[in-house]
C-alpha cells in the first residue's frame, strides 16, 4: 500500500498522471468534429469547373487563331519541313494554305467628298469625280509590255493619292518593240473604267472643251525611281492643282515599293483583276492553252529571253567564237554609256542569263522528264534554230505560239506587244513556269502566279549557277544533279519565298496574300485544293466581285 501510494505521488512517473492524460485524450477523441459546409465545398466544385470550362474554351475557340497565326510567321520565314525532303517539282504542297487577296477594307473609304490630308502612313485619298478632282492625270508607259502594265498598274495608285482623274494611259511607241498598238489594242478600256470606279475616276481622254479653255499645254514633268507618296503630295500635286492636266513621263517602277497596305491591295487590283486583254488577244490566248492540255494534262512553260540586243547588253559570252563577239559587240555600241566587261566574271556573278540548252540542263536536273511537254515563250531567238537543238533534244515535246496557232496568229504578228500578251496568258495558265532570266516578265508573273496560289515558278540562283554551269564539264551528272536540287530550294515559288520588302511589289505582292482557314484546307474527296478542282476553287477564291459592264462609261 505504501508502495502504490509513494507511486501515485511520485511527481515523474505518475500512474495518475497517466490515466489523467489518457482520460483527456478519450474525452478529446470522442468530442463531435464540426460539420464541413456542403455549401463551400460546391462553391470549390464549382469554381475548378469553371476555371477548367474557361480554359479548354479558350484554347477551344482560338486554337484556329494560334494556329493561322503560326502559320503566318512561317509564311514570311519557314514552313516546317519546306527545307527538308524532296521538292515536288508540279506543285508546292504549302500552296493550299494561301490565296490571293486585294479587297479595300473598310478604311478604304469611298466617299467623294473627302478633303486631302496626309497625316501618316494610313492616308488614303478616296476616288472622286472628275469635276472635283484636282486635275487630270496623263501618263506615258515605257517599256515593253510587262513593263508598262507596272507603269499602268502603278498609276493607278498615283491618280488615287493626287485625287485626281486618269486619263486612259499611252503606251510607248519609240522602244526597242516599236509597237503601235495603243492600251485599247491590247487591254479591254471598259472593264477597266469599270473595275476601279470604285477607287479611282478613270476617262479616256481630257475633254475638248477644257483643253480648249487652258491657258498653256499640258505640264510635262518624270518622277524619281521608286518615289513615296510623300514625294507626290510635297512635288506633283502643286503642279497639278496650279495646271489642271499634268503629264508624267516614262513612267516605269516610279512609286516606291514599300506603301500603305490599302495602297499596295488598290496595285493588286489594277495588276491582276482590272488589266484584262481584249477579247482577241484572250480567246487565242486560251485556245493555245486549250491545244497544250489536250496533249497532256500539265505542261512547263518556258520564257526565254535571248534576242540579240539584250545579250549584247549583258555582256556575257555564250559559245558563239569570233561570229557571237563581233555581232553583239556592235550591238552594244548603240549604248554609249556601257563599258567593256570581263565575260567571265560576268557569268560568275550571276548576271548573265541562262542559254535554251542550260534552262533545259537544270529542269531534267530537277527531275523533269524528257517526255514532258514545254511551251516555249519567246522572241527572236539569237542564232536561231541551232541555239534551241540542244533544248529540243532534252524535250523533244516542244511548243511555241507559231506552231500552235497557225493561221490564227497572222493577224497579230506585226505586234509585238500582242504577241507579248498571248505568250504571257499562256504562261500564266502554265503548271509550270520557268524563266532564265530576271526580266519584266519573269518579275511580273512570278508576282502573279504567287497571287493565284502560289503555282510552281522556276527561277534560276543566278548567283550560283553561273559558276555552276562554267564546271559542268568537271563533274558527273549525278553530282551535277545534286547541286543544281540544292541551289534551287528557295527559287522555286514556295510560299516562305515571300519577305516583306523583299525585291519589286510586283514580284512579291506580300500585301495581297491571305492564308487560308484551316477548316479550308480539306482533303482530296472534300476538294483537296491540291487537286484540280481545289485549285479551280482557289482561283475563283482570288477573283474578285467583277462589276457589271453595262454601266455608262466615265467621261468628263
Not at 293 to 322: K, Q
Not at 371 to 390: F, H, K, N, Q, W
Request: glycine residues 6%.
Amino acid at each position: 500500500m505504501s508502495d502504490k501510494l509513494a507511486l501515485l505521488q511520485h511527481p515523474g512517473g505518475s500512474l495518475l498522471s497517466h490515466k489523467h492524460e489518457c482520460c483527456k485524450w478519450r474525452s478529446s477523441a470522442a468530442q463531435p468534429r464540426k460539420p464541413i459546409s456542403w455549401s463551400l465545398i460546391c462553391g470549390l466544385m464549382l469554381f475548378c469547373l469553371g476555371m477548367i470550362s474557361l480554359f479548354t474554351g479558350h484554347v477551344a475557340s482560338d486554337l484556329e487563331w494560334y494556329s493561322q497565326r503560326l502559320m503566318k510567321r512561317r509564311s514570311y520565314f519557314k514552313l516546317e519541313g519546306i527545307n527538308k525532303g524532296p521538292i515536288d517539282v508540279w506543285q508546292s504542297d504549302y500552296a493550299k494554305y494561301f490565296y490571293g487577296c486585294s479587297k479595300r477594307s473598310r478604311n478604304f473609304p469611298l466617299s467623294p467628298n473627302q478633303s486631302l490630308k496626309f497625316a501618316d502612313s494610313s492616308f488614303m485619298p478616296v476616288a472622286i469625280r472628275a469635276r472635283s478632282s484636282n486635275g487630270y492625270l496623263l501618263i506615258a508607259a515605257s517599256g515593253g509590255l510587262n513593263q508598262q502594265r507596272t507603269g499602268i498598274s502603278d498609276a493607278v495608285v498615283v491618280a488615287r493619292i493626287l485625287n485626281a482623274t486618269l486619263v486612259i494611259p499611252e503606251l510607248d511607241h519609240r522602244s526597242y518593240w516599236k509597237d503601235d498598238s495603243d492600251f485599247a489594242n491590247i487591254f479591254d478600256v471598259n472593264w477597266f473604267i469599270s473595275y476601279l470606279a470604285k477607287d479611282v475616276t478613270i476617262v479616256r481622254r481630257v475633254p475638248d472643251k477644257f483643253m480648249r479653255s487652258m491657258d498653256k499645254p499640258p505640264y510635262t514633268m518624270r518622277v524619281p525611281r521608286k518615289s513615296p507618296p510623300e514625294y507626290y503630295l510635297d512635288q506633283v500635286l502643286p503642279i497639278l492643282q496650279r495646271r489642271s492636266v499634268l503629264q508624267l513621263t516614262k513612267f516605269d517602277y516610279r512609286l516606291a515599293n514599300n506603301i500603305d497596305d490599302e495602297l499596295q491591295k488598290l496595285r493588286c487590283r489594277a495588276n491582276y483583276h482590272a488589266l484584262r486583254f481584249t477579247k482577241p488577244i484572250q480567246e487565242l490566248g486560251q485556245k493555245l492553252v486549250t491545244r497544250m492540255r489536250a496533249m497532256a494534262n500539265r505542261f512547263i512553260a518556258v520564257h526565254l529571253r535571248f534576242e540579240p540586243d539584250m545579250l549584247a547588253f549583258s555582256g556575257c559570252y555564250f559559245g558563239g567564237g569570233d561570229k557571237e563577239r563581233n555581232e553583239l559587240g556592235e550591238i552594244r555600241k548603240r549604248w554609249e554609256t556601257l563599258t567593256d566587261v570581263d565575260a567571265d566574271e560576268e557569268r560568275r556573278r550571276g548576271r548573265c542569263p541562262l542559254t535554251p540548252h542550260e534552262v533545259g540542263l537544270m529542269l531534267r536536273a530537277l527531275g523533269f522528264a524528257n517526255d514532258s511537254y514545254i511551251y516555249v515563250a519567246s522572241g527572236e531567238i539569237y542564232g536561231g534554230e541551232e541555239t534551241l537543238r540542244p533544248l529540243r533534244d532534252l524535250f523533244p515535246n516542244f511548243y511555241t505560239k507559231e506552231m500552235l496557232a497557225n493561221e490564227d496568229l497572222k493577224p497579230f504578228l506585226p505586234f509585238s506587244s500582242r504577241l507579248a500578251a498571248i505568250d504571257y496568258i499562256v504562261c500564266d495558265e502554265s503548271d509550270v513556269f520557268v524563266t532564265n532570266n530576271n526580266g519584266n516578265m519573269a518579275k511580273i508573273l512570278a508576282g502573279r502566279r504567287r497571287y493565284m496560289g502560289h503555282k510552281r515558278t522556276i527561277r534560276p540562283n543566278a548567283k550560283r549557277f553561273g559558276p555552276l554551269m562554267m564546271e559542268r564539264d568537271e563533274m558527273d551528272w549525278d553530282t551535277f544533279a545534286r547541286k543544281v536540287k540544292a541551289f534551287q530550294r528557295g527559287f522555286m515559288g514556295e510560299p516562305d519565298e515571300m519577305r516583306p520588302g523583299r525585291g519589286e511589289f510586283h514580284e512579291y505582292p506580300y500585301s495581297c496574300i491571305c492564308e487560308r482557314p484551316l477548316s479550308d484546307v480539306v482533303d482530296n474527296k472534300r476538294g483537296d485544293p491540291r487537286s484540280e478542282q481545289g485549285n479551280q476553287g482557289l482561283r475563283e477564291r482570288s477573283k474578285e466581285e467583277e462589276p457589271a459592264l453595262g454601266a455608262k462609261e466615265n467621261e468628263a
